[in-house]
């Protein structure tokens, strides 16, 4: 499925989906799975390296993730609000 | 004992517990006990992760806020104001500690030795840089202790990827400044392209120490016991530091009163006299050394009392684990499951108890055995430990005589 198909999805059924910006990438993908994907994109290069988000994703969050990487946060939550998720800030 | 397991999520567990025991109605005296006995130091933060997580599981709002001044009374003078939450990177000496003091070495290298030289159109900048990246080659010292000594102990818990992802990037760096460093002391320099390369270079670097501060450090404060701790920290010695001075780490002993006397009249040399026969110290070290598997006997207190030291430990222990509490020598994940299996053993409500888990190429059993008297009187625990992948591949005969007949 690309992305475009989940964009689709998510404005359609229009569910509740809300992301934490200090919740653990770990946990964000495993409540949503799709976020794998849109966070590859974002520039979380590591994260579909077999093994990772089982480990350092525990402990990486949005937050620090931008930080680190040196994203700009506007774009992360431009990026997942495209995606129909709801965007909170611990 | 419980201060040095360090596991935030299994704190939140017990946490919860006691949040939810009040909630049941237990007496608060009941509680704070309990509170008292397995917590030594808790941060209100994780209190409050507690009180969310069970928002999360369905505990209304407003109970959850009842609760709040119940287990405020409760935990009165021993959250953070007594007991300091414990922040192993801030004890001098550990090997966090350490990591995190080389990093600022590092960034202050960076900012004060190199950035202000980047120019190399200015004059006399070129010494001034070389000088600088010559200094931060000291990185690779940083690496290697990362690499060589804490990497094989995430590997032992199954945590894999990530020192292969960090690895990888801690080569890159040095490969990079290996290029910089060859480039600023070539003759004809293409100072933009130098630049560029510089400010590659630093990013990855802090990239680096973000991901070792926020990523690797709390990963392996979960994750390794205390004695892991201790040999990382002896180890390192062997590679070396950047910072000059690295303080001696020697965490706090709970040895009895009893066992340091037991462990001071312990005779050096002579003989040990059993049942079934008399035995030279030496010959018994040794042949207990011999047995193919690993042994660690915990006496009727939880302290370890003995271990072999057999050539391929399956489970490292250090020999400071001796007079100390079992919790000691189990990752913080799986200490609540031993110390469950010590009370069933104590209780007699089992004798044994085995476990089987895949490691790497091996194939381990891990065994525990009541040990008890003639009068069945509860005197320890010993584990047995052994990777039975070999014996698993076993088919077919092999007699003595068929080996005769060749």
Known sequence: MTTENKQFKGVLIMSEKIIDLNDSVHDICNKYPEMVQILEELGFKDITKPGMLNTAAKFMTLDKGAKMKKIDINQIEDKLLTFGYKIRKG | ?406
């Open chain 2, 1 to 406: 004992m419980s201060e040095l397991i360090n596991n935030r999520e299994k704190r939140k567990e017990v946490l919860k517990d006691i949040i939810r025991q009040l909630h049941e109605g237990a007496a608060v005296e009941e509680v704070k006990a309990k509170f008292e006995e397995t917590f030594s130091g808790v941060s209100a933060t994780e209190i409050s992760e507690a009180e969310q997580a069970l928002i999360l599981e369905g505990v209304p709002v407003d109970e959850v806020q009842k609760l709040c001044d119940v287990h405020a009374s409760v935990f009165k003078g021993s959250i953070e104001e007594i007991h300091r939450p414990k922040d192993e990177t801030e004890i001098p000496g550990h090997p966090t500690y350490v990591l995190k003091k080389e990093n600022r070495v590092i960034e202050n290298i960076i900012e004060t030795e190199i950035t202000p030289y980047i120019d190399l159109k200015k004059e006399g900048n070129k010494e001034l840089l070389l000088k600088g990246l010559q200094n931060l080659s000291k990185i690779d010292l940083h690496y290697l202790k990362k690499e060589n000594i804490i990497f094989p102990f995430m590997e032992k818990y199954g945590i894999t990827a990530p020192p292969k992802v960090m690895w990888g990037v801690d080569d890159e760096i040095r490969a990079d400044l290996k290029e910089v460093t060859q480039l600023a002391s070539s003759e004809s320099v293409n100072e933009e392209e130098l630049k560029s390369k510089i400010n590659n270079l630093i990013e990855k670097i802090n990239e680096m120490i973000f991901k070792e501060e926020n990523i690797l450090i709390p990963m392996l404060l979960e994750t390794l016991t205390e004695d892991e701790w201790l040999k990382i920290a002896s180890d390192s010695k062997e590679i070396g530091f950047i910072i000059d001075y690295v303080p001696n780490w020697t965490p706090v002993k709970e040895y009895k009163e009893e066992l340091i006397e037991e462990l001071e009249e312990r005779p050096k040399e002579g003989m040990v006299t059993l049942p079934t026969g008399v035995l030279k110290l030496e010959e018994l070290i040794a042949m207990l050394n011999t047995l193919p598997f690993d042994i660690t006997f915990v006496d009727k207190n939880d302290k370890v009392k003995y271990f072999s030291e057999g050539p391929e430990r399956i489970f490292p222990r250090t020999r400071s684990v001796v007079g100390r509490n079992v919790s000691n020598c189990h990752p913080p994940q799986s200490v609540h499951v031993v110390e469950k299996i010590v009370e069933d053993f104590k209780n007699g409500i089992k004798d044994h108890e085995d476990f089987w888990i895949k490691m790497k190429d091996s194939f381990v059993l891990i065994r525990y055995f009541a040990v008890r008297n003639e009068k069945k009187e509860y005197l320890g625990v010993l584990e047995v430990t052994q990777n039975i992948k070999p014996i698993q591949e076993i088919t077919g005969e092999k007699r003595l005589l068929s080996e005769f007949m060749k």
